[in-house]
């Protein structure tokens, strides 16, 4: 059975950084391309950034491309997410993905979530 595990959010002032990290389990990890999404209160699940089974490749939402990067270390199973110069609207809880295929960004394609990490920006 295929399991996740988002670890790192918490209480952050606008400007801060936090890095989130994901742990899968049960799947053939270093051949999944894994996906980043959040949920600010009161809206629907959104795309962040993805990255390819390969790690070199990568895409992101424009609303946090070059304050967020993606990364992965397939010897451990894991998926990280570097969230630099945090903003209020990033506020929400995060959850990471197994995705379909790396350009399958939409998250009505998933039925089976982790319970997620949350982030709350806020001075």
């Known amino acids: 059975q295929v399991q996740v595990a988002e670890s790192g959010g918490g209480l952050v002032s606008p400007g801060g950084s936090l890095r989130l990290s994901c742990l899968v389990s049960g799947s053939s990890f270093r051949f999944d391309p894994m996906g980043w999404f959040r949920q600010a209160p009161g809206n629907e699940r959104k795309f962040v950034a993805a990255?390819?089974?390969?790690?070199?490749?990568?895409y992101y939402s424009q609303s946090i491309q070059g304050r967020f990067t993606i990364s992965r270390d397939n010897d451990k199973n894991s998926v990280y997410l570097q969230m630099n110069n945090l903003e209020p609207e990033d506020t929400g809880v995060y959850f990471c993905?197994?995705?379909?295929?790396?350009?399958?960004?939409?998250?009505?394609?998933?039925?089976?979530w982790g319970q997620g990490t949350q982030v709350t920006v806020s001075s």
């Open positions: 990255i390819h089974e390969n790690g070199r490749n990568s």
């Open positions: 993905q197994i995705l379909n295929y790396f350009g399958d960004s939409e998250p009505l394609h998933y039925d089976h």
